[in-house]
């Protein structure tokens, strides 16, 4: 079966441009999480979506970042008036429920540079 | 708050030697942890996970991890390095009543042929 897939693989962008960023998670899974990934923080926890439930959004760095998730499935990440800060790669992770014991899958990232 | 820490940043050994890569957590109770690859371009791939019982778990590629109550460890090994063992490794704890893994920064295997 198809795993994770995340849109684009890659992104280049000017500072102060609107970016959105698309996860599609394994069919069936009602857990989406997002990470970033990045140089100097390494990988972190920014948002959690479970079922129709309100998301978790403690891990967002600011308000410029918001997430939603359609129907349960797709999910997209949108980062407004993008700064070089922002620059990382963004992973989006999924499970078929939210409880700890659950594997979360991994997609390919999308690689987000901010010029 | 959960924590890991991995000290080491880059490691480089020799096709066919062992491997040991460290890893250290902090959290009030028993948590659930994880070692990730990350091949370059890739997202991360479960090698092997720790959640109760046995406290030596097998995973895949070969790979095995101890879990240490005594000494907060869940340390990564491998009895023999394959070249395409080169990658990035990812030890993450999450909590039993936590959904979010946090991880550790990583550490960077490189294999000398």
């Known amino acids: 079966g198809a795993g994770v897939s995340q849109s684009p693989s890659n992104k280049v962008t000017e500072k102060g441009k609107d970016v959105e960023l698309r996860c599609d998670p394994i069919s069936g899974h009602t857990a989406l999480y997002w990470y970033r990934q990045s140089l100097g923080q390494g990988l972190e926890f920014l948002i959690y979506?479970?079922?129709?439930?309100?998301?978790?959004k403690s891990g967002l760095p600011s308000d410029r970042f918001s997430a939603e998730r359609t129907g349960g499935s797709v999910s997209t990440l949108t980062i407004q008036r993008t700064q070089q800060e922002d620059s990382a790669v963004y992973l989006c992770?999924?499970?078929?429920?939210?409880?700890?014991?659950?594997?979360?899958?991994f997609g390919p990232g999308t690689r987000l540079t901010v010029l | 708050a959960q924590s890991v820490t991995q000290p080491d940043i880059h490691i480089t050994v020799s096709e066919g030697a062992s491997l040991e890569l460290r890893c250290n957590y902090s959290?009030?109770?028993?948590?659930?942890l994880f070692w990730y690859v990350q091949s370059p371009g890739q997202g991360l791939q479960l090698l092997l996970k720790y959640f109760s019982g046995d406290t030596l778990v097998q995973g895949i590629k070969g790979f095995e991890a101890e879990f240490k109550r005594s000494q907060s460890s869940f340390n990564l090994r491998k009895p023999s390095v394959h070249w395409s063992d080169a990658a990035e490794y990812f030890c993450a704890v999450r909590g039993a009543g936590s959904y979010q893994l946090t991880f550790g920064k990583g550490t960077k295997l490189s294999v000398i042929p």
């Open positions: 992770a999924s499970s078929l429920y939210g409880s700890a014991n659950n594997e979360q899958f």
């Open positions: 959290y009030g109770a028993t948590p659930y």
């Open positions: 979506f479970q079922g129709n439930s309100a998301p978790d």
